[in-house]
């Protein structure tokens, strides 16, 4: 089945500091990949869709400067939060849906635990 | 009103229970339907996807779409302890269009 890998799982930074992570299909194409935050014991909050080749639309309150994303192929997509503080630490997570336009549900990253200190 | 409403639980069950859970929603245009479940600190994994109203059946898992309520249900029987886990709904319009998510229900199993 489709798969997507995500890295880092987790990290640690500093305030100030620039986090990147890395959101990879494996077996199929995505053009579109969908980033989400998870605040402890909350459900998903959707931050910005990013179509392969073209600009991410940001959801309403998400900094586009601060949450930069890239989604430069049809295999791989990055978010980076730059100028990280420590209410930026949460567990962030894409998914992906592949190129055929499958109907199915979307296949997620195993997430990455970002923590700021 | 949020768009997806889903009880947090936590629900907690013995082994071997028939397990219900629920989510409504108030967007009429959602038209795929999809239950997750998450393990702590990992990604949300596909169990059932179901189109418009209707039942999808899959092992021990049942998912059940009643659009003209705005209502559906994921039953599991012979609830597992491995089946402990985070049970998120979602759902989605038509095109390429993300998942608006429920807030997910915790469910414990108890040996």
């Known amino acids: 089945g489709a798969v997507v890998s995500q890295h880092p799982s987790w990290v640690i930074c500093k305030s100030g500091t620039s986090v990147k992570i890395e959101c990879r299909s494996l077996d199929f194409q995505a053009t579109t990949m969908f980033w989400y935050r998870q605040f402890p014991k909350q459900s998903l909050m959707l931050m910005a869709t990013?179509?392969?080749?073209?600009?991410?639309?940001?959801e309403q309150g998400v900094e586009k400067d601060k949450f930069l994303i890239n989604h430069a192929s049809l295999t791989l997509s990055t978010l980076t939060v730059t100028s990280a503080h420590p209410e930026d630490s949460s567990f962030y997570i894409c998914?992906?849906?592949?190129?055929?336009?499958?109907?199915?549900?979307?296949?997620f990253g195993s997430g990455t635990r970002l923590t700021v200190v | 009103q949020k768009e997806v409403e889903q009880d947090p639980g936590p629900l907690s069950v013995p082994e071997g229970a028939i397990v219900s859970l629920n989510c409504t929603y108030s967007n009429s245009a959602f038209q795929y339907f999809m239950w997750y479940r998450q393990y702590s600190r990992k990604g949300p994994e596909l169990l059932m996807y179901?189109?418009?109203?209707g039942n999808k059946e899959d092992g021990r898992f049942t998912a059940q779409v009643d659009k003209s309520s705005k209502y559906i249900s994921l039953f599991i029987r012979d609830s597992q302890p491995s089946d402990s886990a985070t049970y998120l709904c979602?759902?989605?319009?038509?095109?390429?269009?993300?998942?608006?998510f429920g807030k997910g229900t915790r469910l414990s199993v108890i040996a």
């Open positions: 998914s992906a849906r592949d190129a055929i336009g499958s109907t199915y549900g979307y296949t």
């Open positions: 990013s179509n392969e080749g073209s600009k991410a639309t940001y």
């Open positions: 979602a759902m989605r319009h038509s095109g390429n269009t993300p998942l608006v």
């Open positions: 179901t189109y418009s109203s």
